[in-house]
């Protein structure tokens, strides 16, 4: 039976007596990671069981590792410098992707490259140290 995305939920469980929580849920992203952890840290998370075809786990976990952590509230300021930032980012892997798809096409019709490439030399005499 498929489950709609309503009904895929996370329910993180604890009492105030135990020490550990138990973790069950759809999230696949989720999931990964707290396969992970069973893997790495086995005395301390464990797979207690699967449901609906391994789409859906229940972990036990430490209490402890639950936290609720509100999204950072970031000033008009940071904001700004965060979008420059990112405006740098995008046109240096355009700049990148667009130089490395000449190079593939240049090599795939048969041209020399090397010569595309500045030698040491090339850039001392540029001006530009290497």
């Known amino acids: 039976m498929q489950l709609s995305?309503?009904?895929q939920e996370t329910i993180i469980n604890f009492n105030e007596d135990e020490a550990t929580a138990s973790v069950y849920t759809h999230n696949v992203?989720?999931?990964h990671k707290l396969e992970k952890l069973a893997q790495d840290q086995p005395?301390?998370?464990r797979l207690e069981r699967t449901s609906h075809g391994g789409?859906?786990?229940d972990y036990i976990v430490p209490k402890a590792?639950?936290?609720i952590r509100p999204?950072?509230?970031l000033s008009e300021a940071e904001l700004e410098v965060r979008r420059e930032a990112s405006k740098k980012a995008k046109v240096a892997r355009m700049t990148t992707k667009h130089k490395a798809a000449q190079t593939h096409d240049a090599l795939r019709m048969g041209k020399d490259t090397s010569?595309?490439?500045p030698t040491e030399t090339q850039l001392v005499y540029?001006?530009?140290e290497a």
Do not use: H, M
């Open 5 to 7: 995305r309503y009904e």
């Open 29 to 31: 992203a989720l999931l």
């Open 43 to 45: 005395d301390k998370c």
């Open 55 to 57: 789409k859906a786990a």
């Open 65 to 67: 590792w639950v936290r």
């Open 71 to 73: 999204a950072r509230q």
């Open 115 to 117: 010569q595309d490439v």
């Open 126 to 128: 540029s001006g530009k």
